[in-house]
Structure formats: C-alpha cells, structure tokens
C-alpha cells in the first residue's frame, strides 16, 4: 500500500532564507505523482506543485521547487527567499499512476509546520 | 478557478446522533473525495467517488457512508456520530488526468460531537 511520511513536524526560518522540507514514500508502482500542497492559516488548502515520476528533472514553480530522488523514493519541497506569508502547513502527498488499482487514490502525509519570521 | 464549497461550516452534534456534511462542486469534475484532518495525522480519505451513483472506500471508511446523486454533489453520512469522529471535514474534487490531477478543496467543516 502507498504511504507518505513526513517526519518534519515543524519548522522555524528567518525571512528571505531557504528551507527544505523532507517527504519519503513508498509505493509499489513504477508510476505516480508526488504533490505538496499548502494549508493556511484559514484552513484553505492549495496545490503548489507536482512531480511525475518519470520526469528527471526537477519540477519548479515561482519560489517553489521540488528535490527528487527517486532512489530514495523521497521529494523534498525547497522555498526559496521566504516571506512572511509562506508561514502554514505543507502537506506532501503520493498518487499512484493508472495502471495501479488505488490510482484515484491522493495520499497524505503528516503535514510539516513552517512559521517564517522576521 | 474551481470552486468546492462545502456545508455547514461547523456543527455540533450529539453522540449517537446523524450528522450529514454536504459538497458542491461547480466545475464539472468527475471525481470527488472526502478527507478527514486530526492533528498529526493529516489528511486521511473516508471516502471518494468518480462518478454519480457510485463511492468507493478509502483508507477510514468505518462509521462514514457517502452519497454522490450527482455530479456535482457529495455527502458523507455519519448514523451513528461518536466523540471519534471530531475532526475536521474536507471535501475535494478533481478532473481525471490518469493520476496528475489536482485536487480542488472546500473550506472545511468543522465537526464536533459531544
């Protein structure tokens, strides 16, 4: 069965610096997707950004991108120059491709807490 | 933009007592799910649908029944509410792009049984 850790349960960096948040997964599939999406403080969750398993290079959108390893079977989400309100929680998640019998299934996981200040 | 709403927003209800939470998505999705968040676990799937008249069970199903009449709509159904099953509600849909689709979330609705 698939399954999604993240052992990070909160984080605390200064404004405009970098972090890394760390997500390991396990899966029997060759193929999947790998997303991290974002709760804010209201409770609003968002998508951020995806990875497709067969793609090398590493996906990157605005501020965000992503450190795939497949080997490791981790995806690390990297926030590059952080603001303020890049402070909420970020929940790495895993789908398994079509060919899988719980393909529509989106997995969660734990939710890493990131609180930027200044 | 998609647009997932969800309701009530908060309820309160009894032990032992029926509680129905509702989703309506606006934007032609074919599949439609619902999550239940508890601090520290995250967001775990009761259960999901990809297409009217038909649900399928996720990873909690246990005390939760769904309900998709239509495309656009999604209930999960509590019969019997326990202290447990406080928590928060979301419900999301997505197109179906073979696994790379997004899911679309609600607002939530907060659930306490007491």
Redesign the interface.
């Known amino acids: 069965a698939q399954k999604v850790t993240?052992t990070q349960t909160s984080i605390s960096v200064m404004e405009k610096t970098t972090v890394t948040m760390d997500c390991v997964y396990e899966t029997q599939d060759s193929?999947?997707?790998l997303?991290w999406?974002k709760q804010t403080a209201s409770?609003?969750?968002?998508?951020l950004i995806?990875q497709?398993s067969y793609k090398k290079e590493n996906a990157t959108v605005g501020h965000y991108s992503l450190n795939f390893q497949k080997p490791k079977s981790s995806i690390g989400l990297i926030i590059t120059a952080t603001q303020i309100e890049d402070s909420a929680v970020y929940?790495c998640?895993m789908?398994?491709?079509?060919a899988s019998s719980s393909?529509?299934?989106?997995?969660?996981?734990?939710?890493t807490s990131l609180s930027v200040v200044p | 933009e998609a647009a997932v709403t969800q309701s009530p927003r908060s309820k309160v209800a009894v032990t032992g007592g029926k509680v129905t939470l509702s989703c309506h998505q606006t934007n032609n999705h074919d599949y439609m799910y619902w999550y239940r968040q508890d601090t520290g676990h995250g967001l775990r799937l009761i259960h999901y649908s990809y297409v009217a008249d038909s649900t399928e069970k996720g990873d909690i199903p246990d005390g939760y029944k769904a309900s998709r009449p239509s495309q656009e709509n999604f209930s999960l159904i509590l019969e019997l509410a326990s202290l447990s099953q406080t928590a928060v509600y979301f419900c999301a849909s997505s197109d179906d792009w073979g696994g790379a689709q997004t899911l679309y979330f609600g607002s939530g609705t907060r659930l306490t049984v007491l």
């Open positions: 993240q193929s999947y997707f997303f999406y409770g609003e969750i968002v998508f995806r497709d929940f998640a789908r398994e491709g079509w393909f529509s299934k989106l997995v969660f996981g734990q939710g």
